[in-house]
Structure formats: C-alpha cells, structure tokens
C-alpha cells in the first residue's frame, strides 16, 4: 500500500444551528448495572476501553474492577462485573491504564507503581505483585495475564513517585511506548523532582529509557531545570502542521506552579523543550505576588508570612490537557484544567482554553476571553476560594460539529463539580450545567464512550469527597455515576469511526496518533472537522473510548480522510459514508 499526500481542504466553520432543543442527560447509574439497590460504587477512577472487540468499551473502575459491556434480554445495555480478571490489588498512588501494547488486538494493562520510599511510613508492593512499572497480556475477554495475573515488569523504569502514565507511538514505528510522569522526590522537604521516563518499546518487546535534555540535570531555581513534578503526560499532535508532521509531542503537565514541557523531536534529532517558544508553559503573568489581604493576614498570622514567588513558582498547578480543534480552524488547540486558590494571586494559573495562531514567528498558543473558563469571584470581599479542576475533556456532546468542554472539579468545599460550557454559533463557551441533568459534586475521574452505541458521547465519572467537611459529608457516600446522553432525541445523525492499524506496515493496532477529517454539510455549509486518536494520559492516565464522534448531516460524510500514525502519513481517502458507526482498517483501504 503507497502512502500519498492530499490537499488540505479549506475548513469552514458553520454558522447556524443544526438543531435548537437543548442538550440534557440522564443519570443512568442503576439502569445500566452500576448500582445495586442502595449499594453504589465508590470510585474516584474509571477508564473506558473495548476489552473484547465487540465494538462496545468495557469499564475498569477503581482500576482493579472490571465491567464488561452486554446486551440486555429485550434491548439496551449493561455492565456485568466479571469477578476474576488478573488485575493486581490497588495500592494508593498506582496507575492503571489500557492499550494494545503488544500488537496482538487485545488491550494490555500497563501498573505503574507510586515507589515513595522517602516518605514516611511507605509500604513496599506484596511480594508476587509487580514491584516496578509492569504490563499484563490482554487475554481479549476482560481478563489480564496467562496464566492469570502473569505480569512482565520493565525495568529500565526509574522507580520513583509515579502519578501518570502516558501511551502512544513517540517515534512512529507502529510500537506503542510509555511516558511515566513522576512527583517529587521528598514532597515538602524539596522542590527537587524525579526526571519522567520516556519508555521506547523494541522489537523484541523489551524497553529502553529515551534520555531527555533533563536527565542528570541538578534543579536549578533559575531556571527550573531538572525534573519537574508532574501530575499528568500526554503523547498527542500538538504542533502538528497538516499531514506534514507526523511525530506526536509529549506534554507534560506540571505541578506546584511549575512550567509545563512540551517535547518536540525536531529536525536535528534531538528532543527539546518547545513550550516556553509556544506559549504552553504557563500564562504571561509571572511576577509571583501574593495578594495584599494575604499579606496582612500574614502579620497576625505566621503561616502565611511567606515571600513573593520566583518566576518558575508563578504558573500553574496543571493536572491535565485535552487536545481538540475547537474553533474549526483545521489546527488543534489545548485545554488546561487547573487547581487554583485565592491565597495564591493572579499569577497561579487557571484553567483555560489555548488556541493555536501560526504566524511569522511560528506557532503560538493564545487564550481568548470568549472562551474563558475561570470562575474566580468579582465580589472583592470573597478572598479564600478555590478551583480544583482536575480533569478536562473536549467533546461534540450535541453533535452540532463545535467542540465543547467538559471539566472535572473536586477536593475542596466550595461547590467543585462537574461542569460543561457548551460552544454557542458565535464561539463563545456558556456554562449550561444547571441546565442539563447533571448534578454531581466532587467530579473525580471520567471516562467518555458511547455505551450504548446510539452515536453520541456519554459520560462515566467518578466521585471524591476528599476535602469536604463532616456536616457536608453527612448522610453521603461518594459514588461513581454513568450520565446517558440524550442527544439522539434530537435525531441528529453521527458519525463513528474506529480505526484498526497494521503493525506489519509501521502502524500501532489501536491506531493511536491517527488524524481524521470529515467533510460534511451543516446548515447548508459545508464543514470540515479533525479530530485523533489519542492513548490514555492526562492525569493519573485519563483513558476515554478510542473510537471518534462526528457531528454529519443526513447523507452522511461526503469525505473522509485518516491520517495513519506511521512515520510516512500515509493516508486513505473514503467517499461518501453513510451517518452511523464504521470501522476502518490499514489492510482494507487502499
């Protein structure tokens, strides 16, 4: 199969409305399985993926419970919990995601273990269970390991205090790799960090550590050199400039107001730190005061007697990213959710949608007050609150053909929860929470798949009263919740696409690093929307389904094209494809 270049088709953005009825969803939680009687699930953490391929995503909650997606005697779905599944026991801090890391069409797990040896009172892995990052062979019907719970460990990990895992194909030879995100070495004794791992898998299965700029470099105040600690990685195409490029990047999401990285392999062979060039390191306020209420505290009060903040310590505490073309303009833009605290002044970063302007200089990431997601208080007088967003997602919730935003807030009192700012025609981003059918406080975890196959997305989520005061917790149990969208009583048509790669031919099976584009009409324009593949990552390994969701009209998409992840682009082009779910495989598609 030749790989061939194609025009960039001209991206019009719509600017009517498909469809006027409002979006709402349903909580579905009991219905589908996932509560029995007054018993819920309590979990923070939840990943979506098709465990069988059977074209419906599986759930693994608190990343050790595996429920696997059936059909129900007389319609619908439901999640069955299968009992035994290989899974090791969960150890706080660890991290579970989910991909086809061997190439076989069954998806892996990957255990990233928290190693905190400094910190007191630290509890070493069970002998028997892995000790280090390991992996365990999908067996493609829920359960892990053959014999069951075999695991294989990697040991060119560094073991250090892992908080995210990150996979995708860093250098385009259809193998898939790991990015490990690691936190500090002593957590309030220094500022020092453990540099994150770069895991490139070979042929023969084994792995070996990428050696980044940072490696063996001392922490400097200066200029933050050395590791960064890091709540959340992430291998997508960030800076990608059509089919040109097609070597994803690695965003790494830092915390304690510490610059974010973002690693771009360039033309001279080496890896560098291009967010500070792009405007993904943090936001252009850096002067590090703190407010000058907090300063008076501060003379009645030793505990906040603290000094201004250097310029590295004057960003964002960023938890996770999603990628999304949201403004229609053919280049992928970047969500940053953010925890931030009026004690911390306006120099700690918040959570904000960057689009991306190329110009003379290049590309550049700019925020755009329309699209402002902050809900810091005006009421000069309201002077200790907080923003504890934690997750974000970039979704077409009612199949309009504009991206909106979904953010995940929890771990403190005052009203963190789950939110969706729908994109209006103008743009412009509205909080449409209250109005939706979602009421759900301490917004953990989610997981986006359409459970049920009706062609838009629903929502999993989990739920953490971490923080909340005994009266607020009074009475309650956190408990994970499954959100059914309703969008198809709107009877809009979709478009869902899932790609099958061919290793033989430089490509990863699941796909991860491919770009789609659909050429459809919507309200009599015509439309043109990108979207890829992304792996689990993001925060703690954020893990949505793999498969993507196009807004069409009612003859469906006039064109489509999928940029393939190996290191050509190869890509292949399909006409006309009718409204409903399609699976497109390498080996099929000349």
């Known amino acids: 199969m030749q790989g061939h270049q194609i025009p960039i088709i001209l991206l019009l953005f ?215 600690p890091t709540y959340g990685v992430l291998v997508a195409h960030v800076l990608r400039d059509g089919a040109r490029d097609n070597t994803p990047q690695i965003l790494e999401l830092n915390y304690g107001r510490r610059w974010n990285r973002l690693w771009l392999y360039g033309d001279d062979g080496q890896w560098s730190d291009a967010a500070p060039r792009v405007k993904l390191d943090g936001d252009a306020i850096t002067h590090g005061r703190y407010p000058e209420w907090l300063k008076e505290r501060a003379k009645t009060d030793p505990r906040f007697d603290r000094p201004d903040e250097m310029p590295f310590r004057a960003n964002g505490n960023t938890f996770d990213a999603a990628i999304g073309d949201i403004d229609g303009d053919g280049a992928f833009d970047v969500l940053f959710t953010e925890i931030t605290h009026g004690w911390a002044g306006d120099s700690s970063d918040p959570t904000r949608v960057l689009l991306r302007r190329d110009g003379v200089a290049g590309p550049l990431f700019i925020s755009n007050d329309p699209l402002s997601l902050d809900r810091a208080p005006t009421d000069p007088t309201i002077q200790s609150w907080n923003q504890g967003d934690i997750y974000g997602v970039l979704a077409d919730f009612d199949m309009d053909g504009r991206m909106d935003v979904l953010v995940c807030s929890s771990d403190y009192p005052d009203n963190q929860r789950l939110r969706i700012w729908r994109q209006q025609t103008d743009g412009s981003l509205v909080d449409i929470t209250s109005w939706i059918g979602i009421d759900h406080i301490g917004a953990a975890q989610p997981a986006l798949l359409d459970y049920d196959g009706d062609g838009d997305l629903d929502i999993v989520v989990g739920q953490s009263f971490h923080r909340l005061d005994q009266a607020q917790r009074a009475g309650r149990t956190p408990r994970l919740r499954l959100y059914e969208n309703r969008a198809e009583a709107m009877n809009r048509p979709s478009l869902t696409i899932r790609l099958v790669g061919d290793p033989a031919n430089g490509i990863n099976r699941d796909a991860l690093g491919a770009v789609v584009r659909v050429t459809t009409k919507l309200d009599d324009a015509w439309v043109t929307r990108g979207s890829q593949v992304i792996g689990p990552g993001g925060h703690q390994g954020k893990q949505n389904t793999k498969a993507l969701h196009f807004a069409v009209d009612a003859a469906g998409a006039k064109l489509v094209e999928v940029i393939w992840p190996d290191a050509a682009g190869t890509t292949t082009v399909l006409h006309d494809l009718a409204p409903g779910s399609h699976v497109i495989r390498f080996q099929d598609n000349p």
């Open 14 to 228: 719509a600017s009517g409305t498909t469809n006027a009825q409002q979006l709402r969803f349903q909580d579905a939680t009991a219905r589908v399985g996932l509560e029995v009687g007054d018993t819920p699930i309590s979990s923070a953490h939840v990943a979506a993926v098709d465990l069988d391929n059977d074209g419906f995503d599986d759930l693994v909650i608190g990343r050790t419970r595996v429920f696997m997606n059936r059909p129900m005697e007389g319609g619908g779905r439901q999640f069955v919990e299968l009992m035994e599944n290989g899974l090791p026991v969960h150890r706080s801090g660890d991290v579970v995601v989910f991909a086809d890391l061997n190439n076989d069409g069954f998806a892996d797990a990957i255990i990233a273990r928290s190693l905190a040896a400094q910190s007191p009172g630290y509890n070493p892995p069970d002998e028997g269970t892995p000790q280090v990052l390991a992996w365990l062979a999908g067996n493609g019907d829920g359960t892990f390991g053959s014999p069951l719970g075999t695991f294989t460990e990697i040991e060119t990990a560094t073991p250090g205090t892992t908080a995210a895992l990150a996979v995708g194909d860093v250098n385009s030879d259809g193998l898939l790799d790991i990015v490990v995100g690691q936190w500090y070495m002593r957590y309030g004794e220094s500022l020092e960090a453990f540099a994150n791992d770069v895991l490139l898998q070979r042929r023969d299965g084994t792995f070996e550590r990428l050696a980044l700029p940072i490696d063996g470099v001392a922490f400097d105040p200066e200029t933050d050199a050395g590791g960064r």
